[in-house]
Each structure stands twice: as structure tokens, then as C-alpha cells.
T-cell receptor
Framework: AQSVTQLDSHVSVSEGTPVLLRCNYS??????LFWYVQHPNKGLQLLLK??????LVKGINGFEAEFKKSETSFHLTKPSAHMSDAAEYFC??????????FGTGTRLLVSP | NAGVTQTPKFRVLKTGQSMTLLCAQD?????MYWYRQDPGMGLRLIHY???????AKGEVPDGYNVSRLKKQNFLLGLESAAPSQTSVYFC?????????????FGSGTQLSVL
């Protein structure tokens, strides 16, 4: 079965410290993986995507993610958090057979 | 450029009432999707369409119907609203290939069913 698991429902960091949002996937096929961000009362915006090219993917606003097939993971990182990064983040998987799966989301809280 | 536009942005219904949510995209995308977002459950796919005149069930289709009479529009209908359908609804679209294509999202519709 295809599934995406976001391991933390909430992550709290201080401004200027690193961010790690974890995503694990399960798929019988080679998936495309995405991270989306949702700011309050807004739609979802694409941060980055992996589609079987480079395993380290750089996205907008200083975020990056590394695809690790051996660990079935696609964790999102940022070296230094900004207050404006506070939002909800969703990991999303597309296996190309109309299997479109979102994780349950991780809310990132950034304190001054 | 508008992208994906959803109307209305907010709606309050009484149990048993019906309504239609409209999604319009101006990017000539083949694929369109309706999701619902509930706390702690992420986004769940209700129905989707791979082209004009086609629709298919997603993960949580019960209580909803959809139509794609025109390529640019994807309508989501609730024939008899229930409190369990209180949610935020998002429409999305993507280009032809599906796999690897990013989803473009509308800004959402907040629906409350009393």
C-alpha cells in the first residue's frame, strides 16, 4: 500500500536554529516526492520536489530535502529558521498511477 | 495570472442542504483534484479528473459528486450536506503527465455544516 508518514505533528524551534521535518514513505513504485507549505488561511505552495534526478533537492526559501531510498525517507531541512517559516508542512507522494498521497502535516513553530 | 480559483471562500449550510463548489483553472491543465483538509488528517483526495468529461473517485468520495464538463472547470457537489462534511476544501490542478508534476492549489473554501 502507498503511504506517507510525517513523524511529528508539531516541531518547535528557535529562530536561527536548524529545522528538521521528517517524512517516510511506502511505495511499490518509484515515487515522486514533494514538500508543500501552507501558511495560515492560504492554499498550499510547493517548496521542492524529487523526481529521480539528484537525491539532494534544493527548494525555495533555503529549504532542502534528501531522498534516501534505503531509509524510505524524504526529510526536509533548513540550516537556520526564520519567523516567517512558521507554517504547516506537508509531504506528498505521487507514484504516477493516480496514487496521490499526502502526509498528515507537521506544524512548525518558530520562537524568537 | 489567476492560476486556480475557488468559489465561494466561505459557506455555512444547514444539514440536508445542497451546494456546489466551483474550481476554475486558466493553465490548460488536464488533471484536476478536490481535497478536503481536516485537523490531524492532512489532505484527503475526494475525487479527481484526468481530463474533460472524466471523473474518478479518490480516497473519501462518499457524499460528494463531481463534474468536469469543461476542461477549465471542476465542480464539487454536496447533495445533502452533513456535519461530517464540515471541512476546508481545496481544489488543485496539474499538467498532463501527472507523475512529477507539481500541484497548483486554490486558496480553499471553508465549509461549515450545522
Amino acid at each position: 500500500a502507498q503511504s506517507v508518514t510525517q513523524l511529528d505533528s508539531h516541531v518547535s524551534v528557535s529562530e536561527g536554529t536548524p529545522v528538521l521535518l521528517r517524512c517516510n514513505y511506502s511505495s511499490s513504485y518509484s515515487p515522486s516526492l514533494f514538500w508543500y507549505v501552507q501558511h495560515p488561511n492560504k492554499g498550499l505552495q510547493l517548496l521542492l520536489k524529487y523526481t529521480s534526478a539528484a537525491t539532494l533537492v534544493k527548494g525555495i526559501n533555503g529549504f532542502e530535502a534528501e531522498f534516501k531510498k534505503s531509509e524510505t525517507s524524504f526529510h526536509l531541512t533548513k540550516p537556520s529558521a526564520h519567523m516567517s517559516d512558521a507554517a504547516e508542512y506537508f509531504c506528498y507522494m505521487n507514484t504516477g498511477f493516480q496514487k496521490l498521497v499526502f502526509g498528515t502535516g507537521t506544524r512548525l513553530l518558530v520562537s524568537p | 495570472n489567476a492560476g486556480v480559483t475557488q468559489t465561494p471562500k466561505f459557506r455555512v449550510l444547514k444539514t440536508g442542504q445542497s451546494m456546489t463548489l466551483l474550481c476554475a483553472q486558466d493553465m490548460n491543465h488536464e488533471y484536476m483534484y478536490w481535497y478536503r483538509q481536516d485537523p490531524g488528517m492532512g489532505l484527503r483526495l475526494i475525487h479527481y479528473s484526468v481530463g474533460e468529461g472524466t471523473t474518478a473517485k479518490g480516497e473519501v468520495p462518499d457524499g460528494y459528486n463531481v463534474s468536469r464538463l469543461k476542461k477549465q472547470n471542476f465542480l464539487l457537489g454536496l447533495e445533502s450536506a452533513a456535519p461530517s462534511q464540515t471541512s476546508v476544501y481545496f481544489c488543485a490542478s496539474s499538467g498532463l503527465t501527472g507523475l512529477g508534476e507539481k500541484l497548483f492549489f486554490g486558496s480553499g473554501t471553508q465549509l461549515s455544516v450545522l
